[in-house]
């Protein structure tokens, strides 16, 4: 118990480190983009930040719903991906905490960060002030459209990864596959454990 509990404590010590990192450079890359961007760029980079959040949702929970014998048959046929599928099954829970806390809170906390900038862009290109209540009224739909596509898409995403958890896995494996090879760079480290099915 004390052995799994000082890995958690290490684990959520790592998670919290690479969301401070990654959220800094997330944040910088996005202002970086929305600064002076024409506004429909710039919703076109939200809505970008939002997908990217269902998508690392939907790939979390399609983890957690997948099943590692289907991986094994395709490892043994020596089949691109597929040893990296059973690792990220076997890593269920480390997957979706990076995928779902780490990847998807960041592009919430982006994305409201995004639409404020985009918010500004429009309520000054109609010639209003910042504070105006055109201001006001831009922000509330566009914040509520966001919210609705963020909750919406993420909603159709967890239905995709239950109902299609295989497929999804393996196609994340095989990108993740293929950025090791021609980058020569380990994403997924092999761990040594046991099989859930095997439990």
């Not at 919406?152 to 896995?169: D, E, P, R």
Request: charged content about 15%; overall charge positive.
């Amino acid at each position: 118990m004390k052995t799994q509990f000082k890995k958690s404590i290490k684990f959520s010590l790592g998670i919290a480190v690479i969301t401070f990192v990654l959220a800094a450079i997330f944040s910088i890359f996005s202002t970086y983009l929305l600064d002076d961007v024409y506004y429909l760029i710039g919703i076109v980079i939200v809505f970008t930040i939002v997908f990217i959040g269902v998508i690392s949702d939907m790939l979390g929970i399609a983890a957690t719903a997948a099943d590692e014998v289907p991986f094994h048959a395709m490892a043994a046929e020596k089949v691109n991906g597929s040893k990296q599928a059973i690792n990220i099954v076997r890593n269920a829970d480390r997957f979706a905490s990076f995928c779902n806390d780490v990847i998807g809170d960041i592009a919430g906390v982006i994305s409201g960060t995004a639409s404020a900038i985009v918010v500004l862009r429009i309520t000054f290109m109609l010639g209003q002030s910042d504070g105006s209540t055109l201001q006001f009224v831009i922000s509330v739909i566009f914040t509520s459209i966001v919210a609705a596509m963020t909750v919406g898409g993420k909603a159709l995403g967890k239905y995709f990864a239950i109902h299609n958890s295989t497929s999804i896995i393996f196609f994340a494996a095989r990108v993740i596959s293929l950025i090791e090879r021609k980058l020569k760079v380990t994403i997924l480290p092999v761990e040594k454990k046991t099989s859930r099915n095997s439990r």
